[in-house]
């Protein structure tokens, strides 16, 4: 799929449309609705350029996990797209931003860009975040629920990083793999 996020970028340039607009989000959702997306995600999982093996707080990862306790999980997600917020030794904390719907994920991404460091969504940027900041603001109550703990023994895949000039097009993908245990 970062294939399928690099053509979707080319295909916007190509057509002189200006990303982050109204238009962009409507061109992506065309593009994305004509495409198939495997069961196994194997078209995000192997692309070797965006592997990565530890997470970085205020980026963006795909993933595949196995929770440790998911028999008392509710409900997990087996391809998580999360923005860690704090790294440990063992794994990292942030938000999946599955939890939400797609119209709420981009909502989200919207307000959360007043804590970039920089407007160049290039590889220098990232977002200065944290959950006591995020916990403490009222307009960004529906991350609490969507903020989780990943083990790096319990990743199923490598961490596969998403640049930030695509990561409108990843809230917008549908590759979510909701699980409940049982």
Request: hydrophobic share 40%; charged share 25%.
């Amino acid at each position: 799929m970062p294939a399928l996020l690099e053509k979707i970028t080319r295909d916007m340039a190509k057509k002189g449309i200006k990303a982050r607009t109204a238009e962009a989000r409507s061109f992506i959702q065309g593009m994305i609705a004509k495409t198939t997306i495997p069961t196994n995600r194997s078209n995000i999982l192997n692309d070797a350029k965006r592997i990565t093996p530890f997470a970085a707080v205020g980026r963006m990862f795909f993933f595949r996990y196995d929770p440790l306790t998911k028999e008392r999980l509710s409900q997990w997600d087996e391809f998580p797209l999360v923005l860690p917020m704090t790294v440990t030794g063992d794994g990292f904390a942030g938000i999946n931003l599955h939890f939400l719907g797609p119209g709420e994920r981009l909502s989200i991404l919207d307000g959360l860009s007043i804590f970039l460091n920089n407007d160049k969504y290039d590889d220098s940027t990232r977002f200065l975040l944290s959950y006591d900041l995020l916990s403490n603001m009222s307009r960004f109550a529906s991350v609490q629920d969507c903020y989780r703990r990943y083990l790096y023994d319990q990743l199923v895949s490598p961490l596969i990083y998403v640049e930030p000039n695509n990561w409108e097009t990843a809230v917008f993908l549908p590759v979510e793999k909701m699980r409940s245990f049982g």
